[in-house]
Nanobody, 124 residues
């Protein structure tokens, strides 16, 4: 069982920045493929960014050039640096982990474990 705990959400003005962190349990964090998803009210959960255990990265088109995903295997954490935030980035952000696949997480079906989510609100 892997537990994921997000932190760092909050309220920010458009154009501002936030950094989300996700702390993972388990002794083999370096073998996990990690990702971030988000879900806005009334919408389906959508992919934001992924970081594989080998260091490969993938981003949704809507966040490319603004968001950066990184990990610290020594601290069992994955982070999402969000810059130039827009009101449409408002959502609950979820940390996700896959332990069963060698590939990047590309969608919800690839995920084995979810965090509880953290709210990000961007005001205009």
């Amino acid at each position: 069982q892997v537990q994921l705990v997000e932190s760092g959400g909050g309220l920010v003005q458009a154009g501002g920045s936030l950094r989300l962190s996700c702390a993972a349990s388990g002794r083999t964090f370096s073998s996990y493929n990690m990702a971030w998803f988000r879900q806005a009210p009334g919408k389906e959960r959508e992919f934001v960014a992924a970081l594989s255990r080998s260091g490969a990265r993938m981003y949704a088109d809507s966040v490319k050039g603004r968001f950066t995903v990184s990990r610290d295997n020594a601290k069992n954490t994955v982070s999402l640096q969000m810059n130039s935030l827009k009101p449409e980035d408002t959502a609950v952000y979820y940390c996700a982990a896959s332990i069963a696949s060698a590939n990047l997480i590309a969608g919800p079906n690839d995920v084995n474990y979810w965090g509880q989510g953290t709210q990000v609100t961007v005001s205009s």
